[in-house]
């Protein structure tokens, strides 16, 4: 089971904006304390479902997420290539439940690159919000990373 101390309830009455999400994962920035300054919500390629079964590493700075709606996986940014080695877990919110709608805050240089990448997650049954996974991204091209969410 993934763990994070950095959860944060949802307004009373949110039935499902993500903003609050958004602003989460936008104040909590990288280790050097870079904001991210660009947030994209998961939104699966092939049903356009957003909720989501999550596995993740906060350790190793890897996740993957699993449609609810088609079961299709994808991987988070480059979690792909350190996946065989991480110690991965399930995604699980406090109050014990599993489905999440996820964002992924980027942390960009001025020309473009990420930098660092963090993943949020909002849970569906009890609205709490937390960061499940941070990481830096230490290579160039970078670019491509925005579109793997």
Do not use: H
């Not at 599993?98 to 849970?123: H, Q, R, S, T």
């Amino acid at each position: 089971m993934v763990e994070t101390p950095s959860f944060t309830p949802s307004p009373a009455g949110d039935p499902s904006p993500l903003s609050d999400l958004v602003g989460y994962v936008t104040g909590f920035g990288s280790a050097s304390g870079e904001p991210a300054n660009f947030v994209v919500q998961s939104i699966c390629r092939a049903c356009q479902g957003t909720t989501f079964w999550m596995e993740c590493s906060e350790e190793d700075g890897v996740a993957r997420r699993t449609c609810t709606g088609c079961n299709k996986m994808a991987f988070i940014g480059d979690s792909e290539d350190l996946w065989a080695d991480a110690d991965v877990g399930d995604a699980t919110c406090p109050c014990s439940q599993k489905v999440f709608e996820i964002v992924v805050g980027y942390c960009l240089e001025p020309n473009g690159e990420v930098n660092w990448m963090i993943v949020g997650a909002k849970c569906k049954a009890c609205r709490q919000i937390g960061i499940y996974a941070d990481w830096s991204i230490d290579y160039e091209p970078s670019k491509a990373l925005l579109n793997q969410t």
